[in-house]
């Protein structure tokens, strides 16, 4: 459950949806994250899902969560310049082990 | 609002320097972790610790060693600085799942 991968950019126009996806290969994550990291600042927990869960909603992010083909996705409704950031994906083993993708820098273009 | 604190910010060591990177975590979490990040190739684990004076590596512990002492504090300890280990440093805490991370160390060894 060590593989953890993402696409390491993503550009979109301000206003469009943004989807950034993310694969990992072992189904015994208990909790899927998706962090979000602003330039010269740590990491921020943005949303998570549990492992029982296939979509979770928050205002403008919706995760989805494919078990059969290990995949899970973010996406961002009406994308803004202040969305642009490195955002990564992890998942986490009895809550101490977490393996983290190498993170998708999100480019919003005005 | 948990807050994890790394005492530097930047940092600029010697080879061959012995580097203390400082982190404390003020809500009584059981797991520390240190982080080291490089573009590309998102968060890798260097150590954790689940209890005071408990430790365990992570997926790249050469060339560091760790400390914990009490519980709120996890020092990250390089006994002799080289040029490959210039990087960004994170630090982070977690009691049930949700990681906390502080705003990251970022050392350059010359």
């Known amino acids: 459950g060590e593989d953890v991968e993402q696409s390491l950019f993503l550009s979109v126009r301000e206003g469009d949806s943004s989807v950034i996806n993310c694969t990992y290969t072992?189904?015994?994550?208990?909790?899927l994250y998706w962090y979000k990291q602003e330039p010269g600042a740590g990491l921020q927990l943005l949303t998570y899902?549990?492992?029982?869960?296939d979509m979770k909603q928050d205002q403008r992010l919706t995760v989805l969560l494919n078990k059969k083909d290990k995949h899970l996705s973010l996406r961002i409704a009406d994308t803004q310049t202040g969305d642009s950031a490195i955002y990564f994906c992890?998942?986490?083993?009895?809550?101490?082990?977490?393996?983290f993708g190498s993170g998708t820098k999100l480019n919003v273009k005005p | 609002d948990v807050k994890v604190t790394q005492s530097s910010r930047y940092l600029v060591k010697r080879t061959g320097e012995k580097v203390f990177l400082e982190c404390v975590q003020d809500?009584?979490?059981?797991?520390m972790f240190w982080y080291r990040q490089d573009p590309g190739l998102g968060l890798r684990l260097i150590y954790f610790?689940?209890?005071?004076?408990?430790?365990e590596k992570g997926d790249i512990p050469e060339g560091y060693s760790v400390s914990r002492e009490k519980k709120e504090r996890f020092s990250l300890i390089l006994e002799s600085a080289s040029t490959n280990q210039t990087s960004m440093y994170l630090c982070?805490?977690?009691?049930?799942?949700?990681?906390?991370f502080g705003e990251g160390s970022r050392l350059t060894v010359l």
């Open positions: 992890a998942e986490v083993y009895n809550f101490n082990k977490f393996y």
């Open positions: 899902i549990f492992s029982n869960m």
């Open positions: 072992d189904s015994s994550s208990t909790y």
């Open positions: 610790s689940y209890d005071v004076k408990m430790k």
């Open positions: 982070a805490s977690t009691e049930t799942g949700e990681l906390f």
């Open positions: 809500m009584d979490h059981e797991n």
